[in-house]
Nanobody
Framework: VDLVESGGGLVQAGGSLRLSCAASGRSFSIYAMGWFRQAPGKEREFVASMRLSDDSTYYADSVKGRFTISSDNAKNMVFLQMNSLKPEDTAVYYC???????????????????WGQGTQVTVSS
């Protein structure tokens, strides 16, 4: 499975961005997709995930109420709508997919099978 992210960029605090991730290859085997991020000097952290069969979602506490994950299964795509962005949201955002769990186990990377190359999001104050 190949994952390609797009939509990153520079935005002012309080602004919005929408990230997209396109899956190709053995995409029929994907059970869940999600987003992680990594800020400079920090470890990669979970942002949000979704079970594709019923659109169940799971979010990190730090983004609840501000970020929304969604999908277009017909196009093998997943999106991350980011609103009310803060400078601390600045990071490289990675798309991820897996064939197993979609919630807590996915959030710790246990069920992640594939990663995208990442897209930079920079939020200025």
């Amino acid at each position: 499975v190949d994952l390609v992210e797009s939509g990153g960029g520079l935005v002012q605090a309080g602004g919005s961005l929408r990230l997209s991730c396109a899956a190709s290859g053995r995409s029929f085997s994907i059970y869940a997709m999600g987003w992680f991020r990594q800020a400079p000097g920090k470890e990669r952290e979970f942002v949000a995930s979704m079970r594709l069969s019923d659109d169940s979602t799971y979010y990190a506490d730090s983004v609840k109420g501000r970020f929304t994950i969604s999908s277009d299964n017909a196009k093998n795509m997943v999106f991350l709508q980011m609103n009310s962005l803060k400078p601390e949201d600045t990071a490289v955002y990675y798309c991820a997919s897996g064939r197993g769990g979609w919630g807590p186990s996915f959030s710790i990377g246990k069920d992640v099978g594939y990663w995208g190359q990442g897209t930079q999001v920079t939020v200025s104050s």
